[in-house]
């Protein structure tokens, strides 16, 4: 990563190497309260492993791996291509990963059953009986803001269209098209100013999403929270992005969140990421990664791909 390389470049490694940076240093957090991080460690600032997982330190969960399932097939196959990322997120699943979302589980499970893909998430929905708008799909959603931020309306459709994969209620589609509509302008410099605009946008959308990225922009700290629902994490990642400083201030806050920390991490990491951009995040991150070579080849495809220069 030493040597000049483009500053539009630089945000799209930052992007990808942040999501994988944000889930390594969430993982051991999962799970516990701000208090119970608090009492462990003062404040969560280093890769130090463990946790329900158990993860060795700079070990990622599948935020990281569904998103560089992703990002893997963009690159292969050059667009959206629903049956390989399909193919690809099944591969990873029959590898024992140790942490699968209930949604994502039980879809994956549905189409090694044979289940279609055009129904395997209804069925999903279906089965587990309650709302499945968690945020496994905007933890991984990002690649496709990378390979498609140049026009609005695919970038849009396509993310709908991969959320659906897993996610069969909407709201966890149109939330991870605010997302990778926010990545888009963060990529371009304009998180900051653009946040209300993108919201607006949302409003015949859903406006359940509109108004979490408006509450996201004026929000007390208390007001912020960590959980597997959909917009919780989004709320919590842009607020922690836009309220801070600095890539390293911004994934803090979010991990000692606490509850679904990698996730939350994951997601802030790829936005701070995206706005701060590589050079923000800490080298020693970085050096802990140990998913970082892969990541790293990913983002670059990505954006060799969408012709960002080099």
């Not at 997120?89 to 699968?100: Q, R, S, T």
């Not at 998430?121 to 496994?136: D, K, Q, V, Y």
């Not at 946040?195 to 912020?224: C, G, M, Q, T």
């Not at 801070?244 to 997601?267: I, K």
Request: net charge negative; glycine share 8%.
């Amino acid at each position: 990563m030493a040597g000049h390389i483009a500053p539009l470049r630089r945000r799209y490694l930052g992007t990808l190497l942040g999501l994988a940076v944000g889930d390594a240093l969430g993982a051991p957090a999962e799970f516990l309260s701000p208090d119970q991080i608090a009492e462990r460690w003062g404040v969560l600032t280093e890769m130090v492993g463990g946790g329900p997982h158990d993860v060795a330190p700079g070990e990622s969960t599948d935020a990281t791996e569904m998103t560089l399932a992703l990002a893997e097939s963009l690159v292969a196959t050059g667009r959206f291509d629903p049956e390989d990322i399909a193919r690809r997120y099944l591969e990873w699943f029959a590898g024992g990963p140790k942490d699968v979302s209930l949604t994502v589980r039980t879809v994956l499970l549905s189409l090694r059953a044979g289940t279609s893909l055009d129904l395997a998430s209804r069925r999903a929905h279906e089965i587990l009986g309650s709302p499945t708008a968690g945020n496994g799909s905007l933890a991984r959603c990002v690649p496709i803001a990378l390979l498609y931020r140049s026009d609005a309306d695919v970038l849009r459709d396509i993310t709908l269209r991969e959320s659906a994969l897993t996610h069969f209620d909407r709201l966890a589609g149109w939330a991870c098209a605010a997302f990778n509509d926010l990545v888009a302008e963060a990529l371009d410099g304009r998180l900051r100013s653009s946040l209300l605009a993108v919201a607006s946008h949302y409003d015949d959308e859903d406006a359940r999403v509109s108004a979490a990225l408006r509450e996201a922009a004026v929000a007390e700290p208390e007001e912020i929270h960590s959980s597997a629902a959909v917009l919780d994490t989004l709320r919590a990642a842009i607020w922690c992005t836009v309220h801070t400083q600095s890539f390293e201030e911004a994934v803090v806050l979010a991990v000692n969140l606490g509850n679904d920390a990698d996730t939350t991490g994951a997601v802030t990491g790829a936005l701070a990421g995206a706005h701060f951009g590589l050079d923000a995040i800490p080298p020693r991150w970085l050096q802990a990664l140990g998913s970082r070579e892969r990541v790293l080849d990913a983002a670059t495809h990505l954006a060799d791909l969408a012709g960002v220069p080099a």
